[in-house]
């Protein structure tokens, strides 16, 4: 089975292709359009076979799909005799009004992911968009979207409730769903191939462009840092993270903006580059280094931050097996995990400095002694999602996590 899993944007497609029938799960090519529906679309392509990069007028998804099929099948480059041997296209799906799980796309999913589309704006428009093209353009190819709120089914009722109206949680689906549920899966399924048990209490430390903790016990979601939308949680490279919802009658009056311009900032101007102007760690550690107030106090409000929920998971878990960094910061920022990990010797977290300042990517950061083993691990959350759809596809049934 070859599942094709796909990245989109409002104006640009990612994908890889798994052989999953090989078990070793190869990647067979993988490729990018940027730029779709402009004039000039970049375009890039790679296989075992070979390599291409060219621009051209890209004008919708449904051409990019188009597109990707045909360098799949390429004569020279390509890795599949006829473009019928994709079996599937998954989709790391963010978020759907009391929908989660994988399924596959139909009228009742899309009409799910659009009811939420003001609660994930940055992703469920341009996904329900490409996925109504999509099933129009290839009616005979399943696509399957994966939510990423699936894995975080397991956590506890009472750390998924706010304290609101029952019917406003039961009916209307505003609870705490968590999210990057196909990261934190992967880090739970390597960690236990890493430390070789599955009987684990793990943290996994997502941090990027969106970050979020997850507390995961046995392999299992109890606890994730991302409540009802993926605004929220850890400050974010531009988005809020969490916030107090009664500031919002003072920001309506005070700037004079609308509700919609208000969530707009909160949403997209907000998070690192709110407090210093930056939105990437890289330049706000740099300025950070050089002096800049702004950007050292958006580094500790996000060190804070992450430092709080991992407070709260050592608790809920009983302690800690790992303590696992991904995502771009995570994997990247010795400093971020420095400071997220100062002073926890009481917690058995001890940091080994040589370790952290660099080495493998997937590497273990902490000292021999330290009762709880830290490390750096790449994530795959393609893998995950190629995963889910071949089980989706031979079982026939959707699942809920």
Not at 84 to 113: C, P, Q, W, Y
Not at 155 to 178: F, H, N
Request: glycine letters at 10%; a negative charge.
């Amino acid at each position: 089975m070859k599942v094709l899993v796909a990245n989109l944007g409002s104006t640009s497609f990612k994908y890889r292709l798994f052989d999953l029938g090989d078990p070793a799960e190869p990647v067979l090519a993988r490729g990018a359009i940027d730029r779709i529906g402009s004039p000039s679309s970049s375009v890039s392509f790679k296989t075992a076979k070979g390599a291409a990069e060219s621009s051209r007028t890209v004008v919708d998804h449904g051409d990019a799909v188009q597109l990707c099929l045909e360098q799949l099948t390429d004569p020279t480059t390509g890795v599949l005799s006829d473009a019928s041997e994709v079996s599937a296209i998954g989709f790391k799906a963010v978020h759907a009004r009391n929908l989660t799980g994988v399924h596959l796309v139909d009228d009742a999913v899309l009409e799910a992911m659009e009811a939420f589309a003001d609660v994930a704006p940055a992703h469920n428009p341009p996904y329900t968009k490409a996925m109504r093209m999509l099933r129009g353009r290839f009616p005979g190819l399943p696509l399957v979207a994966a939510f990423e709120t699936g894995f975080h089914r397991t956590i506890p009722e009472a750390s998924q409730r706010y304290a609101i109206p029952e019917e406003w949680a039961t009916t209307l689906g505003v609870r705490r769903w968590g999210f990057h549920g196909a990261s934190h899966r992967y880090i739970s399924w390597r960690t236990a191939e890493l430390l070789g048990r599955t009987d684990l209490k793990v943290i996994s430390c997502h941090l990027g462009g969106s970050s979020s903790l997850a507390a995961i016990r046995d392999g299992a979601s109890v606890g994730c840092s991302l409540g009802m939308s993926p605004q929220s949680g850890l400050p974010h490279n531009n988005r809020v993270g969490d916030f107090d919802v009664f500031a919002l009658p003072v920001l309506l009056r005070e700037t004079g903006k609308s509700l919609e311009e208000v969530l707009h900032v909160l949403a997209e101007k907000s998070g690192l580059e709110g407090i210093c102007g930056a939105r990437d760690v890289r330049d706000v550690e740099s300025a950070a280094a050089a002096g800049d107030v702004r950007a050292q106090l958006a580094l500790d409000v996000f060190v804070a931050s992450i430092r709080h929920y991992l407070g709260a998971f050592l608790l809920e878990l009983g302690g800690a097996d790992a303590i696992v960094f991904t995502g771009g910061i995570g994997e990247n920022s010795s400093l971020i995990r420095s400071k997220t990990c100062r002073d926890l010797a009481w917690f058995g977290v001890e940091l080994d400095p040589a370790l952290n300042a660099g080495g493998p990517a997937e590497r273990r950061i902490s000292t021999e002694g330290s009762r709880v083993q830290v490390w750096t691990v790449p994530t795959n959350e393609e893998i995950v999602v190629a995963r889910q759809s071949r089980d989706l596809l031979n079982s026939g049934k959707s699942s809920s996590a």
